[in-house]
T-cell receptor, first 115, second 114 residues
Framework: GAGVSQSPRYKVAKRGQDVALRCDPI?????LFWYQQALGQGPEFLTY????????KSGLPSDRFFAERPEGSVSTLKIQRTQQEDSAVYLC?????????????FGPGTRLTVT | AQSVSQHNHHVILSEAASLELGCNYS??????LFWYVQYPGQHLQLLLK??????LVKGIKGFEAEFIKSKFSFNLRKPSVQWSDTAEYFC????????????FGTGTRLTIIP
């Protein structure tokens, strides 16, 4: 079956531009996560949804970052007024939800480069 | 707060050598532990996980890991590596409190020489 998909795969933005990154989770998955992976680092948690409810946004680095999942399936991560330090791979993951031992399935990521 | 340490940043081995990648975590409560792998050009995928029971867990492709609670460790092992094991390996943890979010280590790049 289809896995987690993300679009675009690559995005180049000029400093100050707004960007929107999309995530299509596996159908039926309740939990959805966004992670940020800087070069040479492991993924770092940004935010978490259970269905359409954003239950944890403690990892969002600033108020320029905003995420939504209005119908409990597709999610969008928006970054306003991009800065060079926002350059990273943004990963989306989904899981069945409800148990911390469940596997998170990761998408291929969106590589954002801010020039 | 949780943290995960992977001390080996880049490991180079010959085919058929044995592998052990270190992972230590810092957290006072009950945790679930994971190893994820990212093959070149592919997305992160789960190798194995531990959440209770036998501390020696077996995963895909002949990998195993042992949870040693007293050492806060979850090292990954494979008795005989293959060229196709060349990848980046990430250890991760989540706790039994709060949500399922994962805390990852910085990763270990494994290069297998044919």
């Amino acid at each position: 079956g289809a896995g987690v998909s993300q679009s675009p795969r690559y995005k180049v933005a000029k400093r100050g531009q707004d960007v929107a990154l999309r995530c299509d989770p596996i159908s039926g998955h309740v939990s959805l996560f966004w992670y940020q992976q800087a070069l040479g680092q492991g993924p770092e948690f940004l935010t978490y949804f259970q269905n359409e409810a954003q239950l944890d946004k403690s990892g969002l680095p600033s108020d320029r970052f905003f995420a939504e999942r209005p119908e409990g399936s597709v999610s969008t991560l928006k970054i306003q007024r991009t800065q060079q330090e926002d350059s990273a791979v943004y990963l989306c993951a989904s899981s069945f939800g409800g148990a911390r031992s469940y596997e998170q399935y990761f998408g291929p990521g969106t590589r954002l480069t801010v020039t | 707060a949780q943290s995960v340490s992977q001390h080996n940043h880049h490991v180079i081995l010959s085919e058929a050598a044995s592998l052990e990648l270190g992972c230590n975590y810092s957290y006072g409560g009950t945790v679930n532990l994971f190893w994820y792998v990212q093959y070149p050009g592919q997305h992160l995928q789960l190798l194995l996980k531990y959440f209770s029971g036998d501390p020696l867990v077996k995963g895909i492709k002949g990998f195993e890991a042992e949870f040693i609670k007293s050492k806060f460790s979850f090292n990954l092992r494979k008795p005989s590596v293959q060229w196709s094991d060349t990848a980046e390996y990430f250890c991760a943890v989540n706790s039994n409190f709060g949500n399922e979010k994962l805390t990852f280590g910085t990763g270990t790049r494994l290069t297998i020489i044919p």
